[in-house]
């Protein structure tokens, strides 16, 4: 799985792609994440499945 992102960790700086053999526990709904946009979700995914446990 590829996911194309706005852009890296600034707005200054080029696109980036983020690769996954697996598929990855998100589902882009609106628009294009950013690199910071995709952290900040897989953080909070692993406090919901702490929570979760």
Do not use: C, T
Not at 1 to 21: D, V
């Amino acid at each position: 799985m590829e996911i194309n992102l706005r852009y890296g960790m600034n707005p200054h700086q080029r696109k980036a792609r983020i690769y996954s053999a697996d598929q990855l526990p998100i589902k882009i709904l609106n628009g294009e994440a950013s690199y910071i946009n995709l952290l900040d979700e897989l953080n909070a995914f692993q406090l919901v499945r702490e929570l979760h446990h």
